[in-house]
């Protein structure tokens, strides 16, 4: 880096990119483990709740014709995408001292707070996930209810707009045990929905915090490793039903450290929505008056959860 250095734009900001990008190359992405990620081409993405699909009819019984089923709507779920932007200011002194350390610092420090926020941004929707309004990723309070008005895990989920009365759960309180797991498991492959029809949910992965992964990766096995297929504890060799079959996210980002979510991923990438309209762009300015190069990076996304169907949480008490 040294020998291409001089005060012109055209000749740091190639380099300025690529101290960034290979800031950026090995960081662990949360994004794609919890969301369904897709590209935005609106400011506002709107999503329509939809209820159940209802089962096919017998021809006989549908009058020798196509039964056609009547969808009700849910509740309807609008995202926004915010631009947000962070900066670095290069002083032309730097440059011509060479002062390569701190310049370096510089831009891998730009590197990491993009990083950061969108990690933190992410882990949002489990980390508030037992409330409705609750902290976002710089300390500000937002309504973190979902559609139907109540948090992501709540035990009074109604069945739909037009009952209320009718209500369901996906929270709970157990630490994080196989015994648990299997209570998770089954209780979310009762869910029904709004016309009281199996909604088939089939969970197959374990979020947890840094705190709970040597308990999830006892439950779901070690990928790649042979260990004995026995239930964590078990003193009766009890095969271990569940190993090789769920995933385990280990997600350093989660502020509780007691709290687990188990999840259906074919149904998370359905309900949870992480949205592009513009990934990341870093370019390049110089201040004449300042002798200053500004360094920038600014992006459009948004994110958030239509339907409550894809998680069951625990938020146990330490």
């Given at each position: 880096?040294q020998?291409?250095?001089?005060w012109?734009?055209?000749?740091?900001?190639?380099?300025?990119?690529?101290?960034?990008?290979t800031?950026?190359?090995?960081?662990?992405?949360?994004?794609?483990?919890?969301?369904?990620?897709?590209?935005s081409?609106?400011?506002t993405?709107?999503?329509?709740?939809?209820?159940?699909?209802?089962?096919l009819?017998?021809?006989n019984?549908s009058?020798?014709?196509?039964?056609?089923?009547?969808?009700?709507?849910?509740?309807?779920?609008?995202?926004?995408?915010?631009?947000?932007?962070?900066?670095?200011e290069?002083?032309?002194?730097?440059?011509d001292?060479?002062k390569l350390?701190?310049?370096?610092?510089r831009?891998?420090?730009?590197?990491?707070?993009?990083?950061k926020?969108?990690?933190?941004?992410?882990?949002?929707f489990l980390n508030n996930?037992?409330?409705?309004?609750?902290?976002?990723?710089k300390?500000?309070?937002?309504?973190?209810?979902?559609?139907?008005?109540?948090a992501?895990?709540?035990?009074n989920?109604?069945?739909?707009p037009?009952?209320?009365v009718d209500v369901?759960?996906?929270?709970?309180?157990s630490?994080?045990t196989?015994?648990a797991?299997?209570?998770t498991?089954?209780?979310m492959?009762?869910?029904?929905?709004?016309?009281?029809n199996?909604?088939a949910?089939?969970?197959d992965?374990?979020i947890?915090?840094p705190?709970?992964r040597?308990?999830?990766?006892?439950?779901?096995?070690?990928?790649?490793?042979e260990?004995?297929?026995?239930?964590p504890g078990?003193?009766q060799f009890?095969?271990?039903?569940?190993?090789g079959?769920?995933?385990?996210?280990?997600?350093?980002?989660?502020k509780?450290?007691?709290?687990?979510?188990?999840?259906d991923?074919?149904?998370?990438?359905?309900?949870?929505k992480?949205?592009?309209?513009r990934?990341?762009?870093?370019?390049?300015?110089?201040?004449?008056?300042?002798e200053?190069?500004?360094?920038?990076?600014?992006?459009?996304?948004g994110?958030g959860?239509?339907?409550?169907s894809?998680i069951y949480?625990?938020?146990?008490?330490?």
């Open positions: 880096m020998t291409k250095l001089q012109n734009s055209d000749v740091l900001e190639p380099v300025f990119r690529e101290l960034y990008s800031a950026m190359k090995d960081k662990k992405d949360f994004i794609p483990d919890m969301y369904g990620v897709e590209n081409t609106k400011d993405e709107s999503y329509d709740g939809a209820g159940g699909e209802g089962l009819e017998d021809w019984h009058g020798n014709q196509v039964h056609y089923e009547d969808i009700d709507e849910l509740w309807e779920k609008r995202i926004r995408n915010h631009k947000y932007s962070g900066g670095r290069i002083d032309r002194d730097f440059i001292d060479l350390t701190q310049i370096k610092d831009i891998t420090g730009l590197a990491d707070a993009t990083y926020t969108q990690q933190y941004q992410a882990v949002e996930a037992f409330v409705t309004a609750g902290p976002d990723f300390g500000r309070n937002y309504n973190s209810a979902g559609p139907d008005g109540v992501l895990c709540a035990a989920h109604p069945y739909s037009k009952n209320s369901q759960s996906n929270l709970g309180d630490p994080l196989i015994d797991w299997d209570d498991v089954v209780a492959q009762e869910w029904v929905d709004d016309k009281g199996l909604m949910v089939m969970p992965r374990l947890v915090a705190y709970n040597r308990a999830a990766l006892q439950i779901a096995g070690v990928p790649g490793k260990i004995p297929k026995y239930e078990s003193d009890n095969i271990n039903i569940y190993q079959e769920i995933t385990v996210v280990v997600n350093p980002f989660l509780n450290r007691h709290a687990w979510f188990a999840v991923t074919a149904r998370m990438r359905r309900y949870n992480w949205q592009w309209r990934k990341p762009e870093n370019g390049s300015i110089t201040d004449f008056d300042k200053t190069l500004k360094y920038k990076v600014i992006g459009r996304w994110r959860f239509i339907n409550y894809f949480g625990h938020n146990p008490q330490p």
